[in-house]
């Protein structure tokens, strides 16, 4: 036997005994509950918290959960005072809660929300398990939102459009549109070069993209042509102008990424932040005695002055 391999079945050997001698430590390995409510935390009693589907109070560091919408396209309305609204019309498609993640399990608190439907030949067998292990029905797209502690819902609570309140502001994410290879006079929004002058066949050229010897490259993040499009997009203070809770529609002013049937998802503004006296806290409750389908449709205070009066 060589020195070499003495050596290293002795280290080997030195390696188990220290192993032996020092105290292993505990992991935590999360695990799937089928009960149909999570556990948030124990009491002073040492007894299990439930969480319960009860409206509250919402704090000033309260943080609700968001909802996963798909976009139904654009249009315009006129409001009261005859000034056009660009509108995007979101549906809220049967958003429920299909996972709740607590600090004792996942060492964070948030609440997995699902929206539509979809069969079970289209879902792949880890995804089956999920649902099983959840007890919920199966969802075609699925959507984690960091809450606090006291926003938490039970599973299969339902997400509906009466979660936001017309004239508050949200944030809405998505993937844009993808426009492919693209210059950089579309992607970047450069200038691009001389129109004549002596300028040929590079009229909307880039220009330079670095000097010469010093530092001889071309530096990270130079915008230069390149794929378009195609990534995650934040649009922020998006006005809520009007909810339909028959439908489950929000209007929405302006535009948001992504094209028409994808997935968009919708949390409250955090820079335009909403009165929390009028938010439903941690969602809203629909009574037992209420027949939503006849429910009318709710549009934001738009004031008694008129714009155009005041404008002069």
């Known amino acids: 036997m060589s020195s070499a391999s003495r050596g290293l079945i002795s280290r080997l050997r030195s390696l188990s005994i220290t192993s032996k ?36 109070a919402m704090g000033p560091q309260s943080k609700r959960t968001g909802a996963v919408a798909v976009k ?16 995007t019309i979101l549906w809220l498609d049967d958003n429920i809660v299909t996972q709740v993640k607590t600090m004792d399990k996942e060492g964070l608190t948030a609440l997995q929300i699902g929206c539509g439907q979809k069969k ?30 006291d926003a938490l819902l039970p599973l299969g609570t339902p997400i509906t459009v009466r979660h936001f309140v017309p004239g508050q502001y949200v944030d809405v994410t998505g993937i844009t549109r993808g426009k492919g290879f693209q210059g950089g006079m ?14 040929s066949l590079s009229h909307r050229s880039i220009g330079s993209t670095g000097q010469r010897d010093a530092p001889g490259k071309v530096f990270k993040g130079k915008k230069m042509p390149g794929r378009m499009g195609g990534k995650q997009c934040t649009v922020k203070n998006v006005w809520v102008y009007k909810i339909d809770p028959a439908r489950n529609l929000m209007w ?27 938010l439903p806290f941690p969602t809203h409750f629909i009574p037992s005695d209420e027949d939503t389908s006849e429910l009318e449709p709710l549009v934001a205070d738009l004031g008694e002055i008129d714009p155009f009066m005041t404008a002069d």
């Open 72 to 87: 139904c396209g654009m249009t315009a309305l006129w409001d009261k005072w005859g000034a056009r609204v660009p509108i």
């Open 186 to 199: 579309k992607r970047w929004g450069f200038k691009g070069m001389p129109a004549s002058h002596g300028a």
């Open 120 to 149: 079970e030949k289209h879902l792949t067998k880890p995804e089956m398990g999920h649902f099983r292990a959840q007890g919920v029905p199966l969802k075609r797209k699925l959507r984690e939102f960091p809450v606090t502690e």
């Open 252 to 278: 929405v002013k302006g535009q948001v990424p992504g094209a028409e049937g994808n997935f968009v998802f919708i949390k409250d503004a955090v820079y335009k932040k909403p009165d929390i006296s009028l």
């Open 21 to 56: 001698s020092t105290s292993v430590s505990t992991t935590h390995f999360r695990k799937f509950s089928s009960e149909p409510l999570g556990i948030v935390e124990s009491d002073d009693d040492g007894g299990p918290s439930i969480i319960k589907a009860s409206p509250g």
